[in-house]
């Protein structure tokens, strides 16, 4: 069913199962605790920055589905995207599942596009088991987006560090565990920021944007939900977007008010304005987010999850960044 | 409805209106006349190849919706992707829509991919009319996978010609116009072929994999279709699939299977195995065919658009190509 831009789940799909996978720098934050395996060497013994994120990728949806307690092949459909060109993570990632595969580009937002896509397919009855991934690694962006990290190129502060890691949800038609009640799927909002070392700034109006339009289509309380993460908008993003919210008359309490970006690590680790990247929001969520629901600590959460949808060519030919913002929510089981 | 990994849309939905966009070299092909603009200029006036692509995308939309009478506020979610890095042209030309935007990754296969998922949001009541898009630039492509095509780089005969156009459909749940009846989704198949000048020889397994899945999936007879497209196989892939398909003894009428890459263009044209590009089947499909099904010419068509997911990273680090084919059918109206 549809509100605005809002899809309503009717059949609320059940996160039967979840696993988050972490690199070395990712055990020495807050959250370490929700991640079910946490790698000491950032190139998982492999020869290259980029298979091993493809390995954190496929750790993680061979995890969610063992939690499951299922076979790979009893996923119908895997929904995956990241940050590499061509999203070679996801589709070397999809060869090992080696199951019919949605490949997705969202940036960071990523995770609840694809969580919002697998509802949506369970909720419709078009499928029974699906899956949404995705993964980020700190050296594969740096190389891709800036320089190779052994250059050692200095950053402002407004700069984030994208988590190295891997997430990914198993999405049912039955089962235990939280379920999926709506989604809102973004526009593009640009407001013609153009500092790729400032995301969270360029970001914030798009997260603005998202939560005005998920609260008015379903005509929703302020007080809905126990808690409301933004994906990665670090310090000077939240802090815009708070703002923003403030100045479109939108009063979410600001307690239940929170960022992914500055959850994941703390504030002893050098990452300046907060972390960044798919697996950003992907790990908090299908970690920390679902233990806590799981415990009886929450009951309703609305996932934020933020995109910066630029790449280094259209930087060069001086384009700004074109953000988006997906919104899913997920209710205790 | 879900048969297999086969998406059965029992509300039909329907493709209201669609254009294709092509360049110079498109225009000089046999398929010229089912072009709605082609262009004389490969820059479309823009100051660089990646803006030309982002132009062509954002016409076939702007075109697309014109020719269903809508404005471009009425389409609730558009779905599209292209071949360049982090989707630029789709997520600026999504920007330019300014509606809700799902962004896609499929390499050649987005077209399918992105009509599979309008027509599933449509069927299944979760929105009334949505866009599938996509785009791809010869000279964009060649600068990114390969060489910026000034510097005369030669290919080996087995190469393909990536397509310059854009191609956009309206998919709606009320209307006139041929019907969207199910889509088959792809899986991975990597057979380990590494030349990414013989991509259309890649991609052969995959097209053949989802061909035996929908008409398994369906039951179908080998006669159901009045004509088979698959994307941009070209002609050492086409060859390849035609014999992958009688090992395994899916006997489809000869004279009714073709292959968007080998269509587009004529034999005078230099193109060597054949056409390639996201626009490719893209252009084909909603331009040719949605043409010929409207004139009565064709009734059942299934079109099955391939992906060589690689990027040049994982060429350059010794990977084999990982491909993908998603399959729609479409019925006359």
């Not at 909720?123 to 949404?132: I, V, W, Y």
């Not at 960044?276 to 999850?305: D, P, Q, W």
Request: with cysteine; hydrophobic share 40%.
């Amino acid at each position: 069913m549809i509100q605005g831009r809002t899809w309503v789940f009717q059949n609320r799909p059940v996160i039967t199962a979840a696993a988050a996978i972490g690199g070395p720098f990712e055990a020495k934050g807050p959250l370490a605790e929700d991640f079910d395996v946490l790698h000491e060497d950032l190139w998982l013994g492999e020869d290259s920055f980029e298979k091993a994120e493809k390995k954190l990728l496929e750790q993680a949806c061979e995890r969610a589905v063992d939690k499951a307690g299922m076979q790979k092949e009893d996923i119908q459909f895997v929904m995956s995207g990241d940050l590499m060109n061509q999203i070679i993570s996801s589709s070397f990632a999809a060869r090992t599942m080696a199951v019919p595969y949605i490949g997705l580009f969202g940036a960071c937002s990523t995770s609840m596009e694809g969580l919002a896509l697998a509802a949506l397919l369970v909720d419709s009855g078009n499928a029974e088991r699906t899956m949404a991934a995705t993964a980020s690694h700190n050296a594969t962006a740096e190389k891709q987006y800036r320089y190779p990290t052994e250059y050692g190129g200095q950053k402002p502060p407004t700069a984030q560090w994208t988590v190295t890691g891997a997430a990914a949800a198993v999405v049912t038609s039955e089962g235990a565990g939280p379920r999926v009640t709506a989604a809102t799927i973004g526009r593009i909002v640009d407001m013609g920021l153009k500092d790729p070392f400032n995301m969270g700034g360029a970001m914030a109006p798009a997260a603005t944007d998202t939560l005005e339009a998920h609260f008015r289509d379903l005509g929703l309380s302020e007080t809905e939900y126990d808690l409301i993460l933004t994906g990665d908008l670090g310090k000077i993003g939240f802090r815009t977007m708070v703002d923003l919210l403030d100045e479109h008359g939108l009063q979410l309490p600001q307690d239940r008010l929170n960022d992914c970006g500055l959850m994941i690590y703390s504030e002893e680790q050098p990452v300046q304005a907060g972390a960044s990247g798919a697996a950003c929001s992907a790990c908090v969520t299908y970690g920390h987010v679902l233990n806590r629901m799981r415990s009886g600590e929450l009951n309703k959460v609305l996932i934020v999850a933020t995109g910066a949808l630029h790449s280094p060519i259209s930087y060069q030919q001086k384009e700004s960044i074109p953000c988006i913002a997906h919104a899913v929510a997920i209710e205790a089981g």
